[in-house]
């Protein structure tokens, strides 16, 4: 009886410690009010210009599902943060500089978006020197036009009479070709037949 005795005297304080600790522990989490939040996550559109000569300092605009503007460090590269998920727009400009590509979409989707990179390119002035004989006639000056197909139509690009011999088309840009025709002007404004024409390839 007495190993029973103390059997019995192990086991009970053990269920009723057990049911003590149990029961305190579930009272302290009923004792107040359990709320619950929505928390919105947000991420991040990240991306380098390069070279960093033409990066450094470059306008980024955003757009989309949400817009705002963000400048490129001296590096080139540049972030977007705070971003909820939805599609993206974004477009550098850098005065002097032309971008490729010109404008990126990028879709967030439970995550950031890196590597939404740029390259700029110095933007070049291209020109075409033209130049012509003296017209064998007393004349006012002279039209000159201009083509993209050799034949024509073409289309008068000086805004004024040009007195001299020559003339440059300041208005043609890198990979195309241009045709061109001179025509001499009297005094009554009567222009003569095209002269020759000369075709320019911009390089």
Known sequence: MAQSSATGIFRIPTRALAAGVLFCFLSGCAGGSVSQQSVTRTYTISGTISPASGGSGSTLSLSGSAAGSTTADS????????????????????TGYNFNPS??????????????????????????????FASTSVVSGYNVYRGSVSGGPYTKINPSL??????????????????????????????????????????
């Open 162 to 203: 040009v007195t001299g011999l020559s003339y440059t088309d300041t208005a043609v840009t890198s990979g195309n070709i241009y045709f061109y025709v001179c025509r001499s002007v009297d005094s009554t404004g009567l222009e003569s037949i095209p002269s020759n024409q000369v075709t320019a390839q911009v390089p």
């Open 75 to 94: 590096a080139g590269n540049y972030s977007f943060t705070g971003l909820a998920n939805g599609t993206y727009a974004i477009s550098p400009t850098h």
């Open 103 to 132: 404008i990126q979409t990028v879709t967030i989707n439970g995550g950031s978006v890196g590597s939404v990179d740029f390259s700029a390119t110095p933007q070049t002035s291209k020109s075409v020197a033209l130049s012509w």
